[in-house]
């Protein structure tokens, strides 16, 4: 049986960081700060900085509508933001939304934005707005797009940027509930050949924003990463200083049933390079400080 890749399904990773290059020189032009990273920041003072994320729930909603779990979709995408903003050390404050579609139906567009809303109200984030677009020369008919942009803020000296990482620190994972909302692409190629109706398939994304809270009142956190398309070393790669680099420990946690449905049809390295295999989120924290922690990796 052939292993079945990202790129054969129709995604390059490889592409979207080319695009990401290129785009590089126009975006810090207008004095943007932290291109690339999850959030980008924008200082409102000398104290104190806006961070900002967005980001579209790509393919999910194909395998989620027919199955009933499209309000799963609404709240991968509030969480995803949330989850973005709050790598940096902010406090996430708001929430726009898009959805668009060939022909929109009132429906489905409620059961997204009150999934997004859910999870708003336990991050104590205001859903403050959004657009809705019907464009049939755009999109497929029954198909449609969903996006959202959170904004928080952050004090300067609360900020976490990766830039104090050490080596000899350690990864801390947080464990995800699935798939979450990356890697559709590849899962839809998957399912032709198999099917799969465990609840991690379509489990929405996990908010960490407790976790985050919880583990800064015990240990310094000098990095945090959201582990989403690129899996788990291509995200924290984002927040890792120059000369430094994780080594994760791939046998430290068990996977969720889904990615051992997926093994039998995708290569372990492609695994690695599209999913989060079971961890959602990452912290990086000095080895005297991760005591009680699930510890993944090590920073080399």
């Known amino acids: 049986m052939s292993r079945k890749t990202y790129a054969e399904a129709g995604v ?46 790509g393919t999910k909603p194909i395998v989620a509508r027919p199955r009933g779990a ?24 708001l929430i726009l939304d898009y959805a668009a579609s060939a022909q929109l139906d009132l429906e489905q567009v409620a059961e997204l934005v009150e999934g997004a809303a859910e999870v708003c109200r336990l991050a ?33 000296d609360d900020l976490i940027d990766g830039t104090r990482i050490q080596t000899g620190d350690l990864v801390v994972g947080f464990p995800s509930a699935g798939v979450h909302a ?11 050949d198999e099917d799969y109706d465990g609840p991690d398939l379509l489990a929405p994304t996990r908010l960490y924003l407790q976790e985050v809270e919880s583990l800064r009142s015990r240990a310094d956190i000098r990095a945090l990463a959201h582990v ?12 890792l200083p120059e000369g430094r680099e994780a080594a994760i420990d791939w046998e430290a946690w068990e996977r969720p049933a889904v990615f051992d449905w997926l093994a039998r049809h ?10 989060n295999l079971g961890i959602g989120f990452c912290a990086v924290v000095p080895a005297d400080q991760a005591a009680g922690e699930l510890v993944i990796g090590e920073i080399r």
Not at 228 to 234: A, E, F, M, R, V
Not at 266 to 275: D, I, K, P, S, T
Request: glycine letters at 14%; proline letters at 2%; a negative charge.
């Open 124 to 156: 104590g984030v205001a859903l403050i707005g959004g657009e809705t677009a019907e464009m049939p020369d755009v999109y497929r008919e029954d198909e449609l797009d969903f996006a959202a942009a959170c904004v928080g803020i952050v004090g300067r």
């Open 228 to 239: 989403t398309g690129g899996g788990i070393l291509g995200n924290l790669s984002r927040v």
């Open 70 to 93: 499209l309000r799963n979709c609404g709240a991968d995408m509030a969480a995803h933001c949330i989850n973005d903003v709050i790598t940096t050390g902010a406090r996430p404050l």
């Open 12 to 57: 390059s990773l490889t592409a979207a960081e080319g695009v990401v290059e290129r785009l590089r020189a126009a975006v810090e032009s207008t004095g943007a700060r932290g291109f690339g990273a999850f959030a980008g920041l924008y200082p409102l003072d000398e104290r104190t900085l806006l961070a900002a994320s967005m980001d579209s729930i």
């Open 266 to 275: 995708v290569g372990e390295a492609e695994l690695r390079n599209v999913f």
């Open 182 to 192: 990356n890697g559709f692409t590849l899962v839809r190629r998957v399912l032709e």
